[in-house]
């Protein structure tokens, strides 16, 4: 199965940014989609933007216009550049990948968006 390591959280000021990343231990394109969730004290998990085979990027309307997800096929790394962020941006974030109705998670990062 494939390996996800995500790294870049941290504490950041509101309107501040920064850069996560997902090195996956496979060809990123071998999956029907791949990207980020998130999920914060108490709530569910959510999708904030993906890559499908459909070939653009999903976001949710949350993050739309803030979040940036890229990816570098040669280093088989995602990344989510989230910029003016906010507090109720505070979450820890997931890589997933998924093959054939089957996801793989990476452990998560936590993002603190706090004064």
């Known amino acids: 199965q494939v390996q996800l390591v995500e790294s870049g959280g941290g504490l950041v000021q509101p309107g501040g940014s920064l850069r996560l990343s997902c090195v996956a231990s496979?060809?990123?394109?071998?999956?029907?989609?791949m990207g980020w969730y998130r999920q914060a004290p108490g709530k569910q998990r959510e999708l904030v933007a993906e890559?499908?085979?459909?070939?653009?990027?999903n976001y949710a309307d949350s993050v739309k216009g803030r979040f940036t997800i890229s990816r570098d096929a040669g280093k088989n790394t995602v990344y989510l550049q989230m910029n003016s962020l906010k507090p109720a941006d505070t979450a820890v974030y997931y890589c997933?990948?998924?093959?054939?109705?089957?996801?793989?998670w990476g452990q998560g990062t936590q993002v603190t968006v706090s004064a």
């Open positions: 997933e990948a998924e093959d054939h109705g089957l996801s793989a």
């Open positions: 496979e060809n990123i394109f071998r999956f029907n989609a």
């Open positions: 890559f499908t085979r459909s070939g653009s990027p």
